[in-house]
């Protein structure tokens, strides 16, 4: 029986994980300072908590985590991996950028374990949804057994970081559409003009609101993640300042609405403007 470690337990990382349990694999996570939520999460989807130890005896460990924790987690577990008379592979599955993917395979290089660089890009699994996990870096192709796993997977024939900057162009485009939206509807609202907005879209962009209508309201949940994942995007775009500053501002619009999020009168037009 093959056995991966998947951490962390969050909402890609468990349900990746569920995806790997149903096909017959044994998942190891970390639960170690974890929310009660997060160890509940991790039951539901079969993972078994492990220590760090037993993590780095994993076949594969996949870092699925925030971009603020992805070298984080890899120096946390560079011991264990040094340790470990089998290596695994570790594989980086965050959205994070060329730069950060090169220090995260720097801290694991010393350990002996073989770096993989990876990106996600879809939602989690499910029964509605299938994402892709690109895989770029020399030992890649050993991860192609994961599609077997229930995983769906694409090996590129491609150096470390180019599945990063994959995921970083994907998200630049997905995401900033629509963070766009939201800075424009929220400067309509501000100006009395959301209604008129709304109707413009509606009769001449009709897939666009169908689209944002959805996008919008499922971003606000989760906008305090984003905010991180547009950092990396703009660090991605170095060398154009143009370009990264568009993301720079993304990326202070996340932290605005995350800390507006709780608060209903400042988030209410994007709510209002998309149930019109």
Sequence with gaps: MRKIAVIAAGAMGSAV???LVSH?????TSLAGRSDATAHRAAEAGMT????DAIAAAEVILSIVSPAEAVALAERLAGALARAPIKPIFADCNAVNGTT???IAAVIAPTGAAFVDGGIIGLPPGPRADPTLYLSGEPAARLAFLGDLGLRIKVMAAPIGAASALKMSYAGINKGITL????MVLGASRAGAAA???AELAENQPQLLARLARAVPDMLPKVQRWGPEMEEIA???DGDPAAQGIFEGFAALCRRLADVSGDPQETAPLSSFFAL
């Design 49 to 52: 908590a492990a220590d760090d």
């Design 180 to 183: 766009l939206a939201a800075a």
């Design 235 to 237: 660090a991605f775009l």
């Design 101 to 103: 993917v090169q220090r």
């Design 196 to 198: 008129a907005l709304h």
């Design 24 to 28: 017959g694999a044994t998942v190891l």
């Design 17 to 19: 994980a569920q995806r």
